[in-house]
Antibody
């Protein structure tokens, strides 16, 4: 069975940094693009970033561009999201999700349980 | 950016009723439209891919239709376990976007 397990969330002060991880199992990790989606408390879903299966192509939403980076280690079946210069509006549950293909242009067929990031002083 | 507009925002429905949720894209996206269900305190789950393709393990009462700019998610004979928020999502262009969501409540 496909499993995605996020970790690394927590409370951080404005301007601080945090690195999220997503450990994947149950599929050939390097064959699929991976996506980060976030959900602010009581709000809808917001796409954050996507990385191709090989890791050489990345895209970001405008709200995080220049502050967040995404990477993956296919030898460890792990996806990362480095978040810098955090703001209160970045407070959300962060989900990692598996793309149906190796590129960004597909549905998200499996999602993790999410990890909560709270940005507050 | 491709904006997805869902309607209604909220629907209160009696069990066994039919539910229809619409998603309108701000520009044509072919069939690159997917539907997700998110139950309270759970992560989203894929319900329908590419506008109308069913997903293994999803009950047959869920179906999708549409292409271009107008899409519909239909739940035939609603069950109590279908209480959830439903989101559409487009994978036609970057940035990837989601609709604002439709919350379905069981009367």
């Amino acid at each position: 069975d496909v499993q995605l397990l996020e970790s690394g969330g927590g409370l951080v002060q404005p301007g601080g940094s945090l690195r999220l991880s997503c450990a994947a199992s149950g599929f050939t990790f390097g064959r699929n693009a991976m996506t980060w989606v976030r959900q602010a408390p009581g709000k809808g879903l917001e796409w954050v970033s996507v990385i191709s299966g090989s890791g050489d192509i990345t895209y970001f939403g405008d709200s995080v561009k220049g502050r967040f980076t995404v990477s993956r280690d296919n030898s460890k079946n792990t996806l990362y999201l480095q978040m810098n210069s955090l703001r209160a509006e970045d407070t959300a549950v962060y989900y990692c999700a598996k793309s149906f293909t190796s590129n960004w242009d597909a549905n998200l067929d499996y999602w993790g349980r999410g990890t909560l990031v709270t940005v507050s002083s | 950016e491709i904006v997805l507009t869902q309607s209604p925002d909220f629907q209160s429905v009696t069990p066994k009723e039919k539910v229809t949720i619409t998603c309108r894209a701000s520009q044509t996206i072919g069939n690159n439209l997917h539907w997700y269900q998110q139950k309270p305190d759970q992560s989203p789950k894929l319900l329908i891919k590419y506008a109308s393709q069913s997903i293994s393990g999803v009950p047959s009462r869920f179906s999708g239709s549409g292409s271009g700019t107008d899409f519909t998610l239909t739940i035939n004979s609603l069950e109590a376990e279908d209480a959830a928020a439903y989101y559409c999502h487009q994978s036609s262009g970057l940035p990837l976007t989601f609709g604002g969501g439709t919350k379905v409540e069981i009367k």
